[in-house]
Each structure stands twice: as C-alpha cells, then as structure tokens.
T-cell receptor
Framework: SAVISQKPSRDICQRGTSLTIQCQVD?????MFWYRQQPGQSLTLIAT?????????ESGFVIDKFPISRPNLTFSTLTVSNMSPEDSSIYLC?????????????FGSGTRLTVV | QKEVEQDPGPLSVPEGAIVSLNCTYS??????FMWYRQYSRKGPELLMY????GNKEDGRFTAQVDKSSKYISLFIRDSQPSDSATYLC????????????FGKGITLSVRP
C-alpha cells in the first residue's frame, strides 16, 4: 500500500490568512483526493487532483478558496485561503491503492486546522 | 435524505462482545463498499472492502452487503479495547479512482 506523509499535522491560524497543506506519496499515483472532516460530520470530498491538469472540485468548493497544485505524480498541495473560523476542520489527502486484488483508498494522517 | 446514513453513536460494549455496525444508502449505483477505522488524531485506515453483495471475513471482522436492501454491516467478534475507534462506512460507484461517499461514523468504546 502507498504511504502518505502529510504536513503540517496541526496549525492554529488567524482569520484572513492562508495555509498550505502538503501530501507526499511514496509511489506514483494518478489521482489524489482532498477531503474535509468537520467536527461530528462525515468526510466530504473537496476536489480530485490529476497530475498535469486542473483539479476537479465538488459542489460547494471553489478553486479560489481551495487552490490545489499537483506538480508531479507523488506530491500535491491544498491551500485554504482567506480563512474564517468555519474552515476549522481536519483536512486529509487520499490515494487509491490495491490490496489483495481489491481496490481501496489510503489516507494521510490529516491536518487539524483551527482558525481563530 | 443523505446518500449514506450510519447508525448514530457512541457505542460502548464490554470486552469480548460482538459488535454490529450498520449503514444504509440510497444510491443503487454504489457497488464498492468499505469500512474504515479511525483512531483519534489519525487518518482513516481501510479495514474491509467488499464488491457487490455478499459476506467477507477477515479475522474477527465480517463485512456484509445486501444490495437489495441497500444495507451494509460490519461485525466485530470478541471485541478488544484496541478496537476502540471511530468506524466509518464508505462506498463508491466505480471503484478505482472514484469519489468515496462516507457515513458520519460511529465511535466505539470497548471496556476492559
């Protein structure tokens, strides 16, 4: 299975600022996924990032607020821009993996963001 | 109606109990069903993966899918304190490289 290194693991940020979250995968992957996990809520997909093309955003998420970079097949960043307290959440990156001929997804350890 | 509904928690059981966790869904196009375990301050970890209807067993864990009822379950036998975590069901339409739709998760506590 792929191993994902995600950083920072946590941060406390002032409203109006931006934070960039990084994910590094130990193998080449076609697609990387960015999720948000709000307190008491399920994980929600923000966007899908393909190397060499624009990210695809889910309904309710826009590029100006969550710009994504995917410069190569092992790395991606998600920026949370112009933050407000409502952006306080856990942000996770994920990639598809195969295990015992089945297909699943592995996740980074998450970035716990608090906006004050 | 949410696409995926998961039994609310939290759930507390004594060590050795059999635990049953359940999810229902509304989208009949879902074909791939997963259970994830998430420990505090960690990312979700894939626990079980099932394609279409049927049962799958892995050690103390059994996953069941009933597509006709749009219902999936995870059973944990001989539960251990180390099983204390949040369990999330997830499903997807096409499997590889497609969007996961998650349930809210249920927090399980196994008392020694």
């Amino acid at each position: 299975s792929a191993v994902i290194s995600q950083k920072p693991s946590r941060d406390i940020c002032q409203r109006g600022t931006s934070l960039t979250i990084q994910c590094q995968v130990d193998s080449q992957v076609t697609m990387m996924f960015w999720y948000r996990q709000q307190p008491g809520q399920s994980l929600t997909l923000i966007a899908t990032a393909n190397q060499g093309s624009e990210a695809t955003y889910e309904s309710g998420f826009v590029i100006d607020k969550f710009p994504i970079s995917r410069p190569n097949l092992t790395f991606s960043t998600l920026t949370v821009s112009n933050m407000s307290p409502e952006d306080s959440s856990i942000y996770l990156c994920s990639v598809g993996v195969s295990r015992d001929s089945n297909y699943g997804y592995t996740f980074g350890s998450g970035t716990r963001l608090t906006v004050v | 109606q949410k696409e995926v509904e998961q039994d609310p928690g939290p759930l507390s059981v004594p060590e050795g109990a059999i635990v049953s966790l359940n999810c229902t869904y509304s989208n009949s196009a879902f074909q791939y069903f997963m259970w994830y375990r998430q420990y505090s301050r960690k990312g979700p970890e894939l626990l079980m993966y099932t394609y279409s209807s049927g049962n799958k067993e892995d050690g103390r864990f059994t996953a069941q899918v009933d597509k006709s009822s749009k219902y999936i379950s995870l059973f944990i036998r001989d539960s251990q304190p180390s099983d204390s975590a949040t369990y999330l069901c997830a499903m997807t339409i096409t499997g590889a490289n497609s969007k996961l739709t998650f349930g809210k998760g249920i927090t399980l506590s196994v008392r020694p």
